[in-house]
């Protein structure tokens, strides 16, 4: 393991010198193979690969390092052509014209240093057709043609159809394969060590097509190449390609195979037809690649995409529910079993109704039909029953969901979540409302209602006895001499007095609709709903009578003990009034009552359904005994 790791960093820190060196190898090889397959031949030039090798390594590389490539080919192609016998002048020529055919094509198709090759898309494999595989030849090959005119006598037309027409198909059929064998990196290496026959078929097949010159059995070798890019990936479908390319080139050359059926075609159109019986396989290849390259990335998607459904369902603490718009279920996802202990297969196929608890039931068959009568959805609480017979809150979220290809609705979604803790949390929260509540509507003081309290009940018995036309009373309280109370005692005895009355009062309202409330500072009120004048009077009386017999001491009021003075008055509530017309009645009553000397009760008496003026009742001073 740690071998293969080092072997592997050392082949990236040395790669761009290994693909020169490869680069130079290839070339060398190239040009010594087409020297011996033409000199065969007897001149004829069966396939010219340096220039499309060459082409291959620049569309790959940064256009800076050019250079360096070019260099190494021209060296490469002066070398293979020494070892080939080729004189010196001739070797120059050829390679000169052969850098510019492949510079040409270069040039114009990798305007960009980070652009690639791309053959599948069309637009590139036009521009590089006619950039790469017939401008460029078409170029280099005239001042050839003009060399072979002037020195040769050679006709010029035909020299320069013959460069082009054979450097263009080379190109054609090199360059995507070379392209395609670097690109891919020969990643899959792995899957020749179990799929090594299928090149090996593709050798044998070509063996066998281009041995014998009974039958042209070309078509034989496409779909075992096919099977290659099938099993393995395109390049190994390249390499296998190149393998054809050679073994149908050296049988050609030798006058067996397909091609030698025909007598009445020459050498060259030979080679011709066999190079673009290599073209036409490459760019076939190509097209198969993108399709399978496509599906294989479409299949690794779809495992991706159920992979990642299996984390998030498997894991997820909402249960996901399918099922048909009559409620039965369908699929049921696995974290159904902490959730309520049943397992998936037990609830699949059964209907949603028969673990809800009846007191939700009917809320959610309403959810169902809404869903059914066109509704997208819905949320919902509901109790749900676990295997052991209990329940436990929980949150439906409902989605309806649809065919495809109509748009029909065909079935719901429901994501189910625990509140079990959130229930429980709102109850607490409810409670704890109430108690606030309570707090609210409570005197800190006194512990007898507040102001708040006091008018909410007011306002609530004001429109009751306005459906009823029943009477309503309200005795206003105010202790007498207060302020010198507290001058004289303090305000801890006077918060202490203040609790006294509430008491007193307390003592003598007893009915559990009257309500006694704080009114402000050292006044109180008492609400009487159903309560005539001579009622209310009599609970004034008593509620003064109570406070005295407490004998509070009181230095700064004539009586000597606490004392207070009450306002009363009673009213049928009637269209056009309210209940502040009661208030303010009570507080005129309290004002004569306060006037007259304190310590009694005045009471404001006004005629039911009428706006006769107020009667002033006022009740004798209480007399204190000499005891």
């Known amino acids: ?185 020969m990643r899959n290496t792995h899957l020749l060590r179990r799929r090594w026959i299928y090149p090996v078929m593709v050798a044998a097949v070509s063996i066998l097509v281009f041995s014998q010159s009974r039958a042209p059995l070309l078509f034989l070798i496409f779909p075992f190449l096919v099977l290659v890019v099938i099993q393995l990936d395109l390049g190994w479908a390249a390499l296998s390609t190149l393998q054809v390319a050679l073994v149908g080139g050296w049988y050609t050359v030798h006058n067996h195979g397909p091609l030698a059926l025909s007598n009445r075609i020459g050498a060259e159109w030979k080679a011709a037809i066999l190079q673009l019986f290599l073209v036409s396989i490459m760019f076939t290849l190509y097209a198969i690649s993108v399709v399978f390259g496509s599906l294989r990335k479409f299949q690794s998607e779809l495992r991706q995409i159920a992979a990642l459904h299996k984390l998030v369902v498997d894991n997820s603490r909402d249960v996901i529910v399918l099922g048909d ?124 209602a507040n102001r708040r309290r006091f008018d909410e009940l007011l306002a609530t018995e004001w429109r009751r006895s306005l459906r009823e036309g029943s009477r309503l009373s309200l005795l206003l309280i105010d202790a007498d001499h207060f302020k010198r109370y507290n001058d004289t005692y303090g305000h801890v005895r006077g918060d202490s007095c203040l609790k006294q009355i509430a008491e007193a009062a307390l003592d003598v309202v007893l009915r559990p609709g009257d309500l006694v409330a704080r009114y402000g500072g050292e006044e109180f009120a008492v609400v009487l709903p159903g309560t005539d004048e001579t009622g209310a009077r009599a609970v004034a009386e008593d509620i003064c009578q109570a406070v005295r017999n407490r004998r509070l001491p009181h230095e700064g009021n004539a009586p000597g003990i606490v004392t207070i003075s009450i306002g009363c008055a009673t009213m049928v509530p009637q269209r056009g009034k309210t209940a502040q017309d009661l208030i303010e009645a009570a507080d005129q009553a309290l004002y004569r009552a306060k006037g007259r000397g304190r310590n009694r009760v005045v009471a404001a008496g006004m005629p039911p359904r009428s706006e006769a003026a107020t009667i002033i009742v006022e009740v004798p001073k209480f007399r204190q005994s000499s005891d």
């Open 1 to 185: 393991m740690q071998g293969g790791a080092v072997s592997t960093q050392w082949g990236r820190r040395h790669a761009y010198a290994l693909r020169l060196a490869g680069l130079f190898l290839f070339v060398t090889l190239a040009i010594l193979c087409i020297g011996h397959l033409e000199r065969t031949e007897g001149g004829s030039n069966i396939i010219w690969m340096a220039n499309g090798l060459l082409l291959a390594f620049l569309l790959l590389a940064p256009r800076w390092r050019w250079p360096s490539y070019v260099g190494v080919s021209f060296i490469a192609m002066v070398l293979g052509s020494k070892l080939i016998g080729e004189a010196w002048g001739m070797s120059l020529l050829y390679n000169c014209l052969n850098l510019v055919e492949v510079l040409i094509g270069a040039l114009l198709l990798k305007r960009k240093s980070t652009v690639l090759p791309v053959f599948t898309d069309g637009r590139y494999l036009l521009r590089f057709v006619g950039f790469a595989c017939i401008l460029g030849p078409a170029i280099a090959g005239v001042p050839f043609s003009i060399y072979k005119h002037i020195v040769e006598r050679q006709d010029f037309l035909s020299i320069v159809l013959n460069w082009a027409f054979s450097d263009g198909l080379g190109i054609a059929v090199v360059t995507p394969t070379i392209v395609a064998i670097l690109q891919s990196r």
């Open 325 to 448: 718009l009559d409620g039965r279920r369908t699929y049921v996802s696995p974290g159904i079993k902490a959730l309520t202990g049943w397992d998936p297969e037990d609830l699949v196929g059964r209907l949603f109704r028969e673990l809800i608890h009846p007191g939700e039931l009917a809320e959610m068959e309403m959810a169902m039909r809404a869903l059914r009568a066109g509704s997208e959805g819905g949320t919902l609480e509901y109790r749900a029953r676990k295997r052991d017979g209990e329940y436990l809150w929980v949150e439906g979220s409902l989605r309806v969901y649809r065919d495809p290809s109509t748009g029909r609705p065909i079935g719901y979604l429901n994501l189910v979540r625990d509140i079990s803790e959130r229930k429980r949390s709102e109850e607490h929260l409810q409670s704890a409302y109430r108690a606030m509540e309570t707090l609210v509507v409570v005197d800190a003081l006194t512990g007898i």
